[in-house]
């Protein structure tokens, strides 16, 4: 865009400083005074910018929060930083149009520069309102579903939003430059092929992530096993999946990796086994062999959260009579946790009983 700033430039510089002859210099071929007076333009232009930013703080936001909505509170917080920045700039470019000699290439590129600014701030203002709104409606609607599924599709849909509000700005701001938008995209097609040739790791994790998505063998908050590794599932990304293992520690595995492998997900299932072996002494009297069993039965009834147990005497081992000890812990979250209040509470029985565990001992036979 053109603008030729001469003729309104030169009136209103000859009206204001026509008798201000110590500011008559010219510097770049305007006046000194103009550049004073352009300054003084931007300082009112920032007071106005001020004032206007005030008033969203006070008056509005006191209208505002008479209202039964959160609606027009979400939307003024957002549009008022956008709106004063908007000020500014306009007054930037306005200063310059009236008060700076410039010729007209000049003069074009300081309002593409206004353009620029203006659309960067224009997107950076429906990013944040997007945000806004969709933290406050999308993502209460997701948590309140019985699925899921969109609560992994949340932050795709929302980067995707934004990426498609940026790319829209930058075409117009292409577009406004002069060139052209269609030869462009093509040319970026071309490009990108060559791009997706050159990162075929990363494509790879793109179709992984779309793998998942589909067939959707964990969600967040699984506790899943794949591999070596394991852990709760707490993003599920369209390159990477992050999760968090028993001890603390984070784990960023690419999906390309994660959707080839055997994935173990113990928070689908209902519930999981407990096996285990217990050995007591020979020594033992048959009688306190069948307290033993006895005792890991009532243990299993008494302990909440772990059923079906099943006990036996599996076999005489070298140093000790085995009991096969198994269990099911309802839920698989707490199986740690349930495993050690069991085994707690069966070492004190047993202490109490004087049923004694067996360790590995050997007996040495000396012929004389």
Not at 110 to 128: A, E, F, M, Q
Request: some cysteine; glycine content about 6%.
């Amino acid at each position: 865009m053109n603008y030729t700033s001469g003729s309104i430039s030169n009136q209103v510089s000859s009206y204001m400083v026509e008798n201000i002859s110590a500011f008559g210099t010219d510097i770049f071929g305007t006046p000194l005074g103009n550049y004073i007076l352009a300054m003084v333009f931007v300082l009112l232009t920032a007071l106005l910018a001020k004032s206007i930013y005030y008033v969203f703080k006070t008056h509005i936001r006191k209208i505002t929060s008479k209202t039964k909505t959160d609606l027009d509170e979400i939307i003024v917080d957002m549009i008022e930083e956008p709106v004063v920045i908007f000020i500014v700039i306009f007054g930037l470019w306005l200063s310059i149009f009236l008060f700076i000699n410039l010729n007209n290439n000049d003069m074009g590129l300081v309002s593409s520069i206004r353009d620029v600014l203006i659309v960067l701030n224009l997107i950076w203002l429906l990013t944040r309102l997007f945000d806004k709104l969709f933290d406050k409606i999308v993502v209460p609607y997701t948590k309140s579903t019985k699925s899921k599924l969109d609560e992994q599709l949340t932050p795709i849909v929302k980067d995707g939003v934004k990426v498609i509000l940026f790319g829209v700005g930058i075409l117009f701001l292409i577009q406004n430059a002069g060139y052209d938008v269609t030869a462009i995209l093509g040319g970026l097609g071309i490009a990108g092929l060559a791009v997706a040739m050159a990162a075929q790791t990363s494509l790879s994790d793109v179709i992984g992530g779309a793998i998942i998505f589909a067939n959707q063998p964990f969600e967040i908050g699984d506790y899943i096993k794949f591999g070596g590794d394991s852990g709760t599932v707490n993003e599920i990304n369209l390159r990477y999946c992050r999760l968090t293992t028993l001890e603390g520690t984070q784990l960023i595995v690419p999906n390309s990796l994660i959707s080839k492998t055997v994935i173990e997900n113990y928070s689908r299932s209902m519930k999981r086994r407990v096996d285990t072996k217990i050995g007591v002494v020979y020594e033992t009297p048959h009688k306190k062999l069948e307290l033993a069993k006895k005792l890991m039965e009532k243990i299993i009834e008494e302990t909440e959260g772990v059923e079906d147990p099943t006990i036996y005497l599996e076999e005489f081992g070298d140093s000790a009579i085995v009991f096969r000890y198994r269990y099911y812990v309802k839920d698989v979250s707490k199986r740690l946790k349930l495993i050690d209040q069991v085994n707690f509470n069966l070492k004190r029985e047993f202490e109490k009983n004087k049923i004694e565990f067996a360790y590995p001992t050997s007996v040495v036979y000396l012929r004389k």
